[in-house]
Structure formats: structure tokens, C-alpha cells
């Protein structure tokens, strides 16, 4: 299910009704791929509670280390850009009238066209410097070059991970 929830948000499926449309849509195939048999298509709610009971960190482990397992993950590495981005429409305001907010940091290969990590975090709890160590961290970084703005170039941050380094 968590593979058709998947599937259905890069095809663009932005809702949790969406995600049941496309599984509806696509049963029979989906049946045939995946070796499944769905004799009815997983419901909104059922997908709702699927997410919601989800090990995002726990997945997003699982989802890197077979990410670098694959053919040609290794040899594509010479570069890594960092960019951090504000979720659309996760801005909320706190009792003193700050706003917090939502963002994702991501490293992405150029050479393999993907994003090979990525983390979120939220504004009042964590900032884009610590979600990018965090990142840096768990992965190899012998003889990557990692390209960050001008945020992470500050002596603190590229002087505690000597394999890391970022360059404006």
C-alpha cells in the first residue's frame, strides 16, 4: 500500500482521496505488478491511517540505503547540491506572533538526477544548518564535493565535518 501511496503522489495525486482514485484507476495493473490482490482498491481513510502510523525517519533510513545500492549510485557521486525549501502552505503563526513553518532540505546528484537524501524539520524546532549535518551524516562522503549557499559557509558549520566543506 505504502508503494501505491507512492506511486500515486509522483503521478501527481496530492490528496488522500487522490491516492484512492489512482489505486481504483490502476487496480488491476497495480495487481499484476506488484503481485498483489487488491479485489477492492484501499480506501482514503485506510491510507490515512497507513501514513499516519508511518516511521518517517525509519523510512526515509530504508529509502537512502537502497537509493545507494543501486548500480551507479557510488560512481555518480562527485557532487552534491543542498538546497532547502519552505513547504507550500505549512506556515502557521505561534502565540507570540511568530511564524514557524515547514521546510525540506535535500541533496541532489546532478550527475544522476535524483535526489539521493532528504530531511524535513520544523523552523521552531530545528534549522536548515542542523538537517544538513544530519544529512551529511549519514551518508559517505569520501571525494564528494558538497555545494551549500552562503547559510552553510559559516566557519562553525564547515569546520565540524572535515569531508564536508560547502562552497557558495
Known sequence: MLLVAILAILSNEGSLVGIERFARRHREVLNELLGTDFGKEPSDSTF??????????????????????????????????????????????????????????????????????????????????????QLLDAIELEGVLVQADALHANRPFSSSSPSAVPTS
Open 48 to 133: 490515512r491511517l497507513l501514513l499516519s502510523q508511518l516511521d518517517v525517519a525509519g523510512f526515509e533510513t530504508l529509502l537512502r540505503q537502497w537509493m545507494s545500492a543501486q548500480p551507479g549510485v557510488a560512481e555518480g557521486l562527485e557532487t552534491l547540491v543542498c538546497d532547502g525549501k519552505t513547504l507550500r502552505g505549512s506556515i502557521a503563526e505561534t502565540d507570540s506572533g511568530a511564524a514557524t513553518f515547514i521546510a525540506q532540505v535535500s541533496l541532489y546528484s546532478q550527475s544522476l538526477g535524483v535526489a539521493i537524501a532528504q530531511t524535513t524539520y520544523a523552523t521552531d524546532a530545528g534549522s536548515e544548518t542542523q538537517a544538513l549535518r
